[in-house]
């Protein structure tokens, strides 16, 4: 609609699944211009900067896919973003702060990215969509914000938005155990109200059990905990790099120090049947999280088990009707 309107626009996308299908985007859409594959800040930044100049032949921006002459391009590799302080606060202000409401309960709510990657690479994960497929390392390259950089912006989120409740979407806040414990002290140190949870690994929770107390009184009040399996051999084989013994040690600490959990679990993988299933749902009940979150196995384009498939000829991407993939 916005082509025929104005032909001369440029129309520009990124992120989860445009960047491992980009391709395909440029194929099936004549409409887009320009996919951003991976993180998108410095080549949108580039892009821009080049269009300006009117520039024909955009196949030397690192990060960018586009057409010549109706023929597919791809930019080299973009280069990660080594420190994300670099990188500014979100536009607050142009938004409805007050607004936002998680859960249907949490009134006063924003969600923050205060890193960026996961060092556990699990083989079904949705995010690999978001990084370049042809340098899959990127995606288990974990980066975080410093400590006052994240506190930063939980006091401007506070105390000049009115912010009382924040969910670190970070598939691993809890990577490293000194920062985990700075960003405590500080919101304590400043004296910041704000509820928080985080999502985490359980090799990572059980070597912070100590600092658990802490971080309650910090603010957190909510905890997830990533389970989907029961037994080591599979959890192996998903490229979880957890095991059920951390599993059980992590949920029971948190319990303890009064930190409620959130445990997902999964269903629908190509070794499952009902006896697998049942003792899924048995160890669910042993370990028994507050929140009990299943989801079912979904290929996502660019993960390894999106690859698998295809390789495999099971999964035929240009068949594929993408408005029905979702989570169930």
């Not at 440029?26 to 993180?39: C, H, R, S, Y």
């Amino acid at each position: 609609l916005v082509k025929k309107i104005n032909p001369q626009i440029k129309t520009i996308v990124g992120g989860l699944w445009y960047s491992a299908l980009y391709k395909e985007t440029l194929k099936d859409n004549p409409a887009i211009d320009f996919v951003i594959v991976g993180e998108p800040e410095l080549t949108l930044g580039e892009l821009l900067g080049e269009i300006k100049k009117g520039t024909k032949d955009f196949s030397r921006v690192a990060g960018l896919a586009s057409r010549i002459n109706d023929k597919i391009v791809v930019g080299p590799h973009r280069q990660l973003i080594s420190d994300l302080d670099t990188l500014p606060f979100p536009a607050y202000d142009l938004f409805p702060m007050d607004k936002y409401v998680g859960h249907t309960c949490w009134d006063n709510f924003c969600e923050l990215m205060t890193s960026r990657g996961c060092p556990g690479g699990c083989s079904f994960c949705y995010e690999w969509s978001q990084y370049d497929p042809r340098a899959p390392k990127d995606f288990v390259s974990w980066r975080s914000h410093s400590a006052k950089r994240i506190v930063d912006e939980l006091e401007l989120l506070t105390k000049k938005f009115g912010v009382k409740t924040v969910v670190f979407q970070d598939d691993a806040f809890n990577v490293k155990k000194e920062l985990v414990e700075n960003v405590s002290r500080e919101i304590i140190k400043r004296n910041i109200k704000i509820n928080w949870v985080i999502l985490g690994r359980a090799d990572d929770w059980v070597k912070q059990i100590d600092i658990f107390d802490l971080m309650r009184e910090a603010g957190l009040f909510m905890a997830l905990v990533g389970i989907e399996v029961a037994d080591d051999v599979q959890l192996k084989k998903l490229g979880k790099g957890v095991t059920v013994s951390q599993i059980t040690e992590s949920v029971n600490a948190l319990r303890l120090h009064k930190i409620a959990t959130v445990g997902t679990f999964m269903i629908g993988f190509d070794e499952d049947n009902e006896e697998k299933i049942k003792n899924r749902f048995n160890f669910a009940d042993e370990v028994d999280p507050d929140i009990f979150a299943l989801q079912f196995v979904t290929p996502m384009p660019g993960s390894p088990l999106w690859m698998q498939l295809v390789k495999k000829g099971r999964l035929k991407p240009d068949e594929i009707d993408l408005k029905k993939w979702d989570f169930q």
